[in-house]
Nanobody, 124 residues
Framework: EVQLVESGGGSVQAGGSLRLSCLGS????????MAWFRQSPGKEREVVVG??????TYADSVKGRFAVSRDNAKNTLYLEMNNLKPEDTAMYYC???????????????????WGQGTQVTVSS
């Protein structure tokens, strides 16, 4: 079973930066498609960025501000968030698709493992 543990959330002012991490437990971490999602109270969970085998897709709302990377040697997925806005306030989750994929998956039902989430709060 895959376990995902997020960290790095916190409270920042608008314009600030945070770096989220997602540590995975599986030896085959490098073969999984991964994603970051976020959810605010009263809103549906939305994709922030999806990673396929060789490509990445960002939500329009974070393009140019967020950057995802993965260190397969450390089984860790990162999300660098810059120029944060109050509307970025949400619980952020990392997710893994271990059932095999090539291109980035943007729908939450494509992912079969989820972390517990880390809270990001951006004040104006």
């Amino acid at each position: 079973e895959v376990q995902l543990v997020e960290s790095g959330g916190g409270s920042v002012q608008a314009g600030g930066s945070l770096r989220l991490s997602c540590l995975g437990s599986a030896y085959t971490f490098s073969t999984y498609c991964m994603a970051w999602f976020r959810q605010s109270p009263g809103k549906e969970r939305e994709v922030v960025v999806g990673l396929g085998r060789s490509s990445t897709t960002y939500a329009d709302s974070v393009k140019g501000r967020f950057a995802v990377s993965r260190d397969n040697a450390k089984n860790t997925l990162y999300l660098e968030m810059n120029n944060l806005k109050p509307e970025d306030t949400a619980m952020y989750y990392c997710a893994a698709n271990t059932r095999g994929c090539v291109n980035p998956e943007l729908a939450s039902d494509k992912y079969n493992y989820w972390g517990q989430g880390t809270q990001v709060t951006v004040s104006s």
